[in-house]
């Protein structure tokens, strides 16, 4: 990163009345590097792009996705500018000097193979497939099952549906043959090649990568802002952006424009129920 | 012994070999065998797992090291039933970048792989496993080995030398039995020896008697005729010139049979055989003893006569001397019985024909005619076994008066006729003398 010569820049940009969505007048070109949990990625990319529309000497890299965790290590030891994170930070994270701030939310959903003939899943069937005594679709083609890692914040989701749930899904974490995609695009991605694969994701990530799934309702409600605004939808995911001492004022500028209305109208486009909408 | 020995030392030395090699292959086979398994799945190991991560590297080439989570997940990630390893990887200054930590025993088996991305190294993996329960099974293959070794050894020992040494035994007792048969075969030949001696020494004697025989038989004759004279020139002799006449003829008589007897078993003719009937043959000799009035004689012959070939004249001779001996054996009176019966009998080829066996017929003897048995029994007082065995031979006798040559001549004739003569005797219940002759007709 050009640190030095992005400085006085982002204070400039910083000091500025309204300055978010004012197109930058600076010369050289900022850089901003951002990464980390994989489902925000895709919304961030179509922030990024609005932003740099309106502020040409901005550039956002993002890096693939490092996960939560990853991104955070990545923001606190320097390497990214801010982070995007699927979980708050935990206590040591806060103590190296990690701010994080809630962005969106956006319904956590199960996904199938496109070609799986399933509109709609229940708690008792998640229960049985994760279990392992379902092993077929109603039709009798197989299914295959697509794991996260334990640490990930979608396992921890899939626990909480129920006390059975929970034990399902330690069982499905001791059977042979399942699929372990290790970041949310690898996951996406398992779900849309293999033939009768279930996995879970988000609205937000399914709809900003254009994912060739299909997103189950849940018990027939349909995974939507409005369903998680008004509390029919149960499961979500909540999107944070983690700030560190170091984060430079032209990242803080993006992630003012990031909460502007433009930019909550972008998060809301593609399913994610803006902090400051809701 | 020496040999004894040296075998023992022999299988002892083979035995020790052939164990200590087994003993020594168990534990040896089975950890370099394992060593080999458990050198090719880390290798695998390290190899997937670098591949795995190099892809997770290459996503992100600079900025892989912060996703530790993902990448201890990762190294979490174990095949089931494998063995329990440490996982680590380490950046380029060998600092661990994340690790998956499971306590090992060591000594320690290490792999390392190459983290690349686009082809530069950025890091390794490193993945360790105890060698600990691979030298703990190396020790229970050793104590097997040893169990299945001492095995070995007593098998490969002992059973060689047991079958050594019961072959040894055995070729002792044949050699036992070899020396005990060619000692009795030594005694037999020393026997044969002794009796074709004494024979030889009986003919000259008999040569010698029979010459003197001959020659005293005139002067016997002379004497008798002497005898005879005095008692027919003086009937009024005095009663004790009677007796003592009568005792000088009675001698002469004795002198002149004995002659006879040394006469006959030296010079046996050949046997002139004709078909006889028994009961003439019986009744002919029984008409020339004299049987006392003590003695109850009872004779038994069969209603259908039959008859044998003999030589009448010796098997006469053979009945009366038969008959005389069972007389003197009963002094104070018995019963004489003689019977004659056809029997069932075999001839024995591998005797020469001489020997008749009258026992049941058996597979080794070739069938033959009936034959005639002839069987004089006394009530007397018996043989004394110890006599049974010298009854035949020539000059034993236990009578006070002659020269014990009557049985030995009557076995001589019977023989020649193609007979055979048998005795069976109790001391105290008499005895039976059974002259087998072939049938006549």
Redesign the interface.
Known sequence: MKQGAVSLLTIMLAVLPGGVGIPSTASAETVLKT?GSGFGLGVMELLAEAYEKSHPGVRVTI?????S???I??LL?G?LDFAVSGRPLKEDEKSHGGNAMELARTPFVFIVNGKVNKHDITTRELENIYSGRMAAWPGGAPLRLVLR???ETDTAIIKGISPAMEQAMESAFAR?GMI?A??DQDSASAVDRVSGALGSGTLTQVLTEKRPVRILSLNGVRPSIKGIRDGSYPLAKTLYLVTSPKTPEAARQFIAFIGSKAGRQILSKYGNLAAEAR | MNDRNRVIRITTAIAGAVAVVVTLLMPLGYFLISYRHMTGSLETEAEINSRIISELVNANPDMWRYEQVRLEELLARRPSGGAQETRRLLDLDGKTVAESVTPLTPPLLRETRDLKAAGVTVGRIEISRSLFPLLAGTGAAALLGLGIGLTVFVTLRVLPLRAVFRAEEELCRLNEELELKVEERTRQLAEAQDELVQREKLALLGMIAAGMGNELRNPLGVMSNAVYFLQSVQPDATETVKEYLEIIREEIDNSQRIISDLLDYYRITTPRTAVVPVDALIGESLARCSIPENIRLRTETAEMPFAVRVDSIQMGQVLRNLVTNAVQAMPDGGSLRIRARKVQGTRNEERGNKDLNLEPRTSNLEPCADFVEISVKDTGEGIAPENMTKLFQPLFTTKSRGIGLGLAISRKLIEANGGRIEVKSCLGDGTTFTVTLPVGG
């Open positions: 990464g890096v693939p996705s490092l996960g965790s990853g991104g290590k990545a030891n390497s890692p334990k640490t042979e372990m290790m970041t």
